[in-house]
């Protein structure tokens, strides 16, 4: 109950009921080990030293029922959303879980750097729908907050750049309309750990940092691998292998809580199960329809990191695509490019495969096996709907839309055309019947899309073979040595690939750059023709083309975004915040709120050392939480948010 003279942040409303409805492990011994017949494990957070706000999330902080000033202006703030002080009401606990790991099964994994805190009741009154939750709480989590039996070789603490970037990711997802679990809170301190980032053999020290997580529950496909058998590759097994009766009770907790409706209407286990798994795959299929239109790469898609309910979950080496790349790999330790872009949907197909096998007799393997032949089918169709959506195809469904689109991004990628950035200029395309028909209209918009390609040289290290030198050096002799046999290997998609590539760079080199534009000139106004004739069919004879066309360029700059979290631009922020300024994350922050409309004098200050250019110099902004000095910012080169990446961009690496 809550008592006289408490802050808001001691007054939330605690229902714990993960920690009521399934079993809980409760020592409190210290160290790593094998937790078994539990889904969750009491652990106590270790403080840290002077924790201070870097940035807040006013939107995600109302689903709890706060605003930012409640946690801003709370003395014991930091510490309570950092688990450096336990608020009222919640129970510290770690959540056990296994996963298949790059396609291996790697056993117990679990929460090893973060802590749920507790699941806070919404209110009730909430008419607005984003503010709702399915169970009507929200699990909080803190990110960062010491050992837990999950931890491994690990230590438990996430550093200020990981956090940063979780934490603006988080909110620029939520932005762009995509399901997600959502970030609070940033929070860093004066406790420094060691960090090799690029696995170099070059630590570093960096400050231990903490997000804040919300969402409905953090449960996920890996969720339901603790109870598998030993696997037949690696030999491991889940740590309560053979205990059907609790992954019964898991499975009627997730579905009572989270699927109520479902619940409701399958009083037959098997058919309510069924139902449930054709949810969970059609949220899938929705979800990653919804990161490929928006050139968006998790980068480390593990089975133990698929949310139960479609939601984006976990951040770490993501990225959003520049340059339009199918093979677009944005985690540098992905050797074997297994998690490429053009791959998601297909990886996403086979996590789905693991969670049917996890289930075991819970799900009839027959019924698995239809609904996952639904899933591409289901993908497909989200994925068409939304690519309609970004060029404006709204009134007609047309058999030719979707070689449209496939033909748009084969010319971006043959033109390394910037992803983001293209699309958002197609909304300048004039419909015939409303625009100029002649060439100059459409001349002016490539010569804009052009200035968003890339050049000979760039092109030239994108086309270069990403196979194993030897392998493909063997590959190409067999052609002499065995052309049958090189025949039946250069079927093979990845091979085929690599020989593109081959093809591909063999132009290039036999090119110039000013031939390399008239070529990119000619491929663009080609295709532009087509969209424009395509747009004339968005009109009947009862409608106004004027109208229509406005509506179509409204729709268009409401789902193309003209800023999204790109690497070198986390990367900015996240170099001003380890120098002590926490302002460029603040500023970031706000307009990623807002990607779809990017002020013209809002900019981002280049951090020293990085070749930046703009109009104007200085840094805008001040550091509001940041009691530190901040650094003199005069004669700081600044880049808008929504301009092509600088060439300094390209080094960037993420692990």
């Known amino acids: 109950m809550a008592q006289a003279g408490q802050t808001p942040l001691q007054r939330l409303r605690f229902n714990n009921v993960a920690l ?64 450096s002080a336990i608020l009222p009401g919640s129970e510290p606990a770690a959540h056990c879980y296994c996963g298949h790991q790059f396609g291996l099964f790697a056993g117990q994994l679990g929460d090893g750097a973060v802590c749920y805190l507790g699941e806070v009741e919404a209110r009730l009154d909430r008419t607005d729908q984003e ?24 230590d438990g603490r996430k550093v200020l750049r990981s956090s940063i970037r979780e ?64 696997d037949d590759f690696t030999g491991r097994q889940g740590p309560s292998a053979g205990r059907h009766e609790i992954r019964a009770q898991l499975l009627d907790y997730v579905i009572e809580m989270f699927y109520p409706e479902i619940q409701a209407e399958h ?11 054709r949810e969970v795959t059609v949220r899938t299929a929705r979800l990653v329809a919804l990161w490929q239109s928006v050139g968006f790469c998790h980068g480390v898609l593990n089975t133990d990191n698929m949310s139960i309910l479609g939601l984006t979950i976990d951040y770490g080496p993501f990225g959003f695509m520049d340059r339009y790349d199918p093979e677009f790999v944005s985690n540098a330790s992905d050797k074997k490019r297994r998690y490429t ?32 032949d639904e899933f591409m089918p289901l993908y497909r169709n989200f994925y068409l709907g939304n690519m309609r959506r970004k060029l404006g195809l709204l009134r007609r469904e047309e058999p030719e839309d979707e070689e449209l689109v496939e033909d748009l991004l084969k010319i971006m990628h043959n033109t390394g055309a910037d992803f983001t950035n293209v699309f958002r200029l197609l909304s300048s395309v004039c419909c015939p019947l409303v625009g100029e028909s002649g060439q100059g209209d459409v001349g002016s918009v490539v010569d804009l899309i052009l200035e968003q390609c890339a050049s000979l040289e760039e092109l030239k290290v994108a086309n270069h073979p990403t ?65 424009r004739k395509r747009l004339t069919r968005e009109c009947d004879s009862m409608s106004d083309p004027a109208s229509v066309d406005e509506e179509r360029v409204r729709i268009m700059d409401a789902t193309n975004p003209a800023v999204v979290l790109r690497n070198y631009i986390a990367q900015n922020a996240i170099e001003w915040a380890e120098n002590g300024d926490f302002s460029e994350v603040q500023r970031l922050f706000k307009v990623l709120e807002n990607p779809y409309s990017v002020p013209p004098d809002v900019k981002q200050p280049i951090w020293p050392g990085k070749k930046g250019s703009c109009e104007t110099k200085g840094s805008t902004g001040q550091n509001v939480m940041n009691s530190g000095e901040k650094k003199g910012t005069a004669d700081i080169g600044c880049l808008s948010y929504n301009t092509k990446p600088p060439e300094w961009a390209r080094e960037i690496c993420v692990t």
């Not at 020592?27 to 030293?49: I, K, M, W």
């Not at 053009?342 to 609904?371: D, F, H, K, M």
């Open 20 to 83: 009521r409805k399934l079993p809980v492990d409760a020592s409190l011994d210290g160290g790593s080990r094998t937790v078994r017949g539990a889904c969750f494990s009491r652990v106590e957070p270790q403080p840290l030293p002077r924790p201070c706000f870097v940035a807040v999330s006013p939107r995600a902080l109302a689903l709890l029922g706060l605003s930012a000033e409640d946690v801003l202006m709370d003395p014991r703030g930091p510490e309570y959303l950092s688990g």
């Open 131 to 154: 503010l709702r939750s399915p169970c009507g709480r929200w699990e909080i989590q803190v990110k960062g907050a010491g050992l837990t039996p999950y931890s491994r070789q690990s």
């Open 167 to 230: 934490f603006l990711c988080s909110e620029a997802i939520f932005a762009l309309g995509i399901p997600t679990t959502r970030a609070g809170s940033l929070v860093t301190s004066d406790l420094y750990v060691q960090r090799d980032a690029f696995y170099s053999g070059n630590p570093k020290p960096e400050r231990c940092s903490v997000v804040l997580r919300i969402a409905p529950t953090f449960i996920r496909f890996g969720s339901f691998e603790i109870f598998n058998p030993a």
């Open 267 to 277: 009083p037959d286990h098997k058919a309510r199960n069924a139902a449930f798994f």
């Open 341 to 372: 872009f053009e791959a998601q949907p297909y990886v996403c197909r086979w996590n789905l495969a693991r969670l049917a096998e996890a289930l075991g007799s819970e799900l009839q393997a027959s019924t698995a096996g239809t609904i996952l």
């Open 467 to 531: 196979m194993e030198p030897r392998e493909l050096e063997m590959i190409l002799s067999m052609a002499e040595t065995s052309p049958g046999l090189f025949n039946m290997t250069a079927n093979r998609p990845e091979v085929a690939k690599q020989l593109e590539k081959i093809g591909r760079l063999k132009e290039l080199l036999e090119t110039n750059q000013d031939d390399l534009k008239v070529k990119q000139r000619d491929d663009w106004l080609i295709w532009i023709n087509r969209y």
